[in-house]
């Protein structure tokens, strides 16, 4: 299975950014998917996550009111909006295949960097 990310990029403090994660090579409709980011200096944390249909969503308290998570099992994508960047959220964003909603799996995406300066 191959997990690719995209649309991470530089906005300031209050910015929004919409992040994309295409997967290929299994069936994505039957899993849960999720979101993880990894500041500099920082262990990767738990960002949102979201069921096979797309009714079930997690999020961070740090996230949460702030960012949704969507999927579109037609098209094998799952997107996380991110509304009202502060500059904590300055990461690499990961997209991966979990289990029990928010344990990740062995298949990650290759990471996309998002900096939100103030």
């Known amino acids: 299975v191959q997990l690719q990310a995209s649309g991470g990029g530089s906005v300031q403090a209050g910015g929004s950014l919409r992040l994309s994660c295409a997967v290929s090579?299994?069936?994505?409709?039957?899993?849960?998917m999720g979101w993880f980011r990894q500041a500099p200096g920082k262990e990767r944390e738990f960002v949102a996550a979201?069921?096979?249909?797309?009714?079930?969503?997690y999020y961070a308290d740090s996230v949460k009111g702030r960012f949704t998570i969507i999927r579109d099992n037609a098209k094998n994508t799952v997107s996380l909006q991110m509304n009202s960047l502060k500059p904590e959220d300055t990461a690499v964003y990961y997209c991966?295949?979990?289990?029990?909603?928010?344990?990740?799996?062995?298949?990650w995406g290759q990471g996309t960097l998002v900096t939100v300066s103030s």
């Open positions: 991966a295949v979990t289990t029990g909603f928010t344990v990740p799996t062995r298949y």
């Open positions: 090579g299994r069936t994505f409709s039957g899993y849960s």
């Open positions: 979201i069921g096979w249909s797309g009714g079930s969503t």
